[in-house]
């Protein structure tokens, strides 16, 4: 079974700082890893997806997101976060084959409040 | 309209009530979700269908219906609710299910439903 682990439910940055929000899985086969975002009374927005393709996925508005098969991490960053960022952010892992292999699993959500 | 779009984005009702949430894709897919977004946990999956097939019926209620008349329309059919199923309801389309874990879903904005 796949599952996935955000560590922090809450992280806050000053506008300008690095973003790091950490994401961690667990899959039997290899994965396929997403990044969501959702601003407020929103739905969910792709930011990128890791296919096994390069490790370093670049995604939109400046985020990009490192796959570390042996740390089993997919951590999300930003060099330096604009007001606009302040979302909460879903890390979301499906299977790379086998029966049910669409089936998303997303973490809890990281909330990212950024101050002026 | 382009994407996914929901209706209604609001709705309140008794517990006696009937009502039906829509969902709408403009993309062409061939799959589509519906999801139960509560708050402090993660995105469950309730429903897929593909093809207009149900392919997952992930152990919902009965008091929940889902039904899919055409690749481009998804209803969730209501009736005899509980407090607990206040949630926001978010439906996506991918273009497959069960042909590549990689298919990116595209979500839509959600109806925030509450039961009194």
């Known amino acids: 079974a796949q599952s996935v682990t955000q560590l922090g439910s809450h992280v806050s940055v000053s506008e300008g700082a690095l973003v790091l929000l950490r994401c961690n899985y667990s899959?039997?086969?290899?994965?396929?890893l997403f990044w969501y975002v959702q601003y407020p009374n929103q739905g969910l927005q792709l930011l990128l997806k890791y296919t096994s393709a390069a490790t370093l996925v670049k995604g939109i508005n400046g985020f990009e997101a490192e796959f570390k098969k042996s740390e089993t991490s997919f951590h999300l960053t930003k060099p330096s976060a604009h007001m606009s960022d302040a979302a909460e952010y879903f890390c979301a892992v499906s299977e790379g084959s086998g029966g049910s292999n669409y089936k998303l699993t997303f973490g809890k959500g990281t909330l990212l409040t950024v101050n002026p | 309209e382009t994407g996914v779009t929901q209706t209604p984005r609001h709705l309140v009702m008794g517990m006696t009530n009937k009502k039906s949430l829509k969902c709408e894709q403009h993309?062409?897919?061939?799959?589509m979700y519906w999801y139960k977004q509560s708050a402090k946990k993660p995105l469950e999956l309730m429903f897929v269908?593909?093809?207009?097939?149900?392919?997952e019926n992930n152990s919902v209620p009965s008091r929940f219906s889902p039904e899919c008349p055409n690749s481009s329309h998804l209803f969730l059919h209501l009736h005899t609710l509980q407090p607990e199923d206040s949630a926001l309801y978010l439906c996506?389309?991918?273009?497959?299910?069960?042909?590549?874990?990689?298919?990116?879903?595209?979500f839509g904005p959600g109806t925030r439903l509450t039961v009194l």
């Open positions: 269908y593909s093809l207009e097939e149900r392919v």
């Open positions: 899959s039997s086969v290899p994965p396929y």
């Open positions: 996506a389309s991918s273009q497959g299910a069960g042909t590549s874990g990689r298919d990116t879903q595209y």
């Open positions: 993309l062409g897919h061939n799959a």
